[in-house]
């Protein structure tokens, strides 16, 4: 079974720093891409970054460019977000999602459960 | 970049209704359009993808269809469990990969 499973967030003051994780298990981790996408309290979602297969390619949302980089680690089936200066509006829940990112299917096809994000002094 | 809306933004339904939910598109993709379902609490999930495929283990009731800027999210009959909110996709041009608003599926 595909799973997905976040950890690393918290309470955090603005101008803060947070790292999260994301470890997978069930699949071929190092086949997929992976995204982080965010879903502020009681709004719709938010696609933050993605992140290729090996790594090579790479993309930010505009609202989180220069502050937040993505990564992985192929042999520790795992994906990071380092988030640097927070700000009160980056509070949400934090989700990674697997994508399978071929032509015959572009989507993200498994979700962790979240890790709550929340910048506030 | 591409902007998605959904209509309607809220819908209120019976059990047993046939429920259509449209996601329009501000320019014209390809087939990388997909549907989620997320329920209060929740992880999305994934229902369709590439406009009209659907999902290993998502109910033949729910169906996607549509092309070029229109396409449409169908559940056949609607059941208790399908009260969520819906979500379309883009993966056609990025970034950014956008979501749709988002349409709440709420019992009359």
């Known amino acids: 079974e595909m799973q997905l499973v976040e950890s690393g967030g918290g309470l955090v003051q603005p101008g803060g720093s947070l790292r999260l994780s994301c470890a997978a298990s069930g699949f071929s981790f190092r086949t997929y891409s992976m995204n982080w996408v965010r879903q502020a309290p009681g709004k719709g979602l938010e696609w933050v970054s993605y992140i290729s297969d090996s790594s090579r390619t790479i993309y930010y949302a505009d609202s989180v460019k220069g502050r937040f980089t993505i990564s992985r680690d192929n042999a520790e089936n795992s994906v990071y977000l380092h988030m640097n200066s927070l700000r009160p509006e980056d509070t949400a829940m934090y989700y990674c999602?697997?994508?399978?990112?071929?032509?015959?299917?572009?989507?993200?096809?498994?979700w962790g459960q979240g890790t709550l994000v929340t910048v506030s002094s | 970049d591409v902007q998605l809306t959904q209509s309607p933004s809220f819908l209120s339904a019976s059990v047993g209704d046939r429920v259509t939910i449209t996601c329009r598109t501000s320019q014209v993709i390809s087939s990388y359009l997909a549907w989620y379902q997320q329920k209060p609490g929740k992880a999305p999930k994934l229902l369709i993808y590439a406009a009209s495929t659907l999902q290993s283990g998502v109910p033949s009731r729910f169906s996607g269809s549509g092309s070029g800027t229109e396409f449409t999210l169908t559940i056949s009959s609607l059941q208790p469990e399908d009260f969520a909110t819906y979500y379309c996709?883009?993966?056609?041009?990025?970034?950014?990969?956008?979501f749709g608003p988002g349409t709440k599926v709420d019992i009359k």
């Open positions: 996709q883009q993966l056609n041009t990025y970034p950014p990969i956008t």
């Open positions: 999602a697997s994508d399978p990112d071929t032509p015959l299917m572009r989507c993200f096809d498994n």
